[in-house]
């Protein structure tokens, strides 16, 4: 089975600190998102990675940078949180070559800015 | 830019009902779509894809057609259990080509609740 990790269910930062958070999959996939999830507003995209290095922006980049250093890890990082950042953040992966381009979803982080 | 509609916003039946969740896009250059499922607090879990060459596919209890012409998807869902109280989400997957895949479109859910 597919498994992604994320490395916090629950997060609790100030606002103006740095945030990172970290999701890892074991599938050698190499599609990674970034989501954010807020009532009345769905899942939005942040970021997409495709390979090694390689990103993308999605809707709502602003604020956010990412990292993929290695094909399993994609870090997103809030340069300086603000509360407007309180949000559920989902992770996923898909693999991209010859297959479906189904998403696996991580657990999610729920994280509070205060 | 796809969007994604899901009628009902919320339903609610006693156990035992066959159901049908609705869900249209407006961009019908599609590669396959998703039917997740999400858990309150937890993340997403793929319960169907279903590719664009397909009109159906089948997961036990669980049924997803899809009309790519007309924009359309259901999720049919029979003899319902409590346990399949949750948020449900369609995803249509866009085949504009090179680095488009994956990036899915979600609709806002229909929140289901299945009562004893």
């Known amino acids: 089975d597919v498994k992604v990790t994320q490395s916090s269910r629950y997060l609790v930062k100030r606002t103006g600190e740095k945030v990172f958070l970290e999701c890892v999959q074991d599938?050698?996939?190499?599609?990674m998102f970034w989501y954010r999830q807020d009532p009345g507003l769905g899942l939005r995209l942040i970021y997409f990675?495709?390979?090694?290095?390689?990103?993308e922006k999605g809707d709502i980049p602003e604020g956010y940078s990412v990292s993929r250093e290695k094909k399993e890890r994609f870090s997103l990082i809030l340069e300086s949180a603000s509360t407007n950042q309180t949000s559920m953040y989902l992770c996923?992966?898909?693999?991209?070559?010859?297959?479906?381009?189904?998403?696996?979803f991580g657990p999610g982080t729920r994280l509070t800015v205060t | 830019k796809q969007e994604v509609t899901q009628i009902p916003a919320a339903l609610s039946v006693p156990e035992g009902e066959n159901l049908v969740l609705n869900c249209s896009f407006t961009?019908?250059?599609?590669?396959?779509l998703q039917w997740f499922r999400q858990d309150p607090g937890k993340g997403l879990t793929s319960l169907l894809l279903i590719q664009s060459s397909q009109r159906e596919q089948t997961s036990g209890r669980l049924n997803a057609s899809l009309d790519k012409s007309s924009g359309r998807s259901t999720l049919y869902i029979a003899a319902s259990q409590p346990g399949d109280s949750a948020t449900y989400l369609c995803a249509p997957n866009p085949n504009a080509g090179g680095t488009s895949y994956g990036k899915l479109t979600f609709g806002q859910g229909t929140i289901l609740t299945v009562h004893p």
């Open positions: 990675s495709y390979d090694v290095k390689m990103k």
């Open positions: 961009d019908s250059a599609i590669y396959n």
């Open positions: 599938m050698d996939h190499e599609n």
């Open positions: 996923a992966s898909s693999l991209s070559t010859g297959a479906t381009h189904e998403q696996y």
